[in-house]
Nanobody, 120 residues
Framework: QVQLVESGGGLVQAGGSLRLSCAAS????????MGWYRQAPGKQRELVAA???????NYADSVKGRFTISRDNAGNTVSLQMNSLKPEDTAVYYC??????????????WGQGTQVTVSS
């Protein structure tokens, strides 16, 4: 019922920047929390950044000061501005959303993932 469409991944040199975007569509009453996760080869999936409906943010220590998460006015799109990228940031990045379909029903959705590769 809800689809998350990601964009903005690619290949960039170390020190460069990328901006990821994720747009939610479908049967949505409100999205409570949206976030970005990533998974690199041989590593577990980890939270990169998250933002609540009220605008509170949370970042992994490894990206603090370099990445910024934000939402649009409608609250159905989340972006991740990634600056000063490092090779260690190379991973598949996944958009995640906790979607409130009705006053009582909440579901969790994942995007398909987008590859971010940072070359040295």
């Amino acid at each position: 019922q809800v689809q998350l469409v990601e964009s903005g991944g690619g290949l960039v040199q170390a020190g460069g920047s990328l901006r990821l975007s994720c747009a939610a569509s479908g049967r949505i009453f409100r999205i409570d929390t949206m976030g970005w996760y990533r998974q690199a080869p041989g590593k577990q999936r980890e939270l990169v950044a998250a933002i609540t409906g009220g605008g509170s943010t949370n970042y992994a220590d490894s990206v603090k000061g370099r990445f910024t998460i934000s939402r649009d006015n409608a609250g159905n799109t989340v972006s991740l501005q990634m600056n000063s990228l490092k090779p260690e940031d190379t991973a598949v990045y996944y958009c995640n959303a906790n979607v409130r379909r009705t006053l009582l029903a909440t579901d969790n959705y994942w995007g398909q993932g987008t590859q971010v590769t940072v070359s040295s």
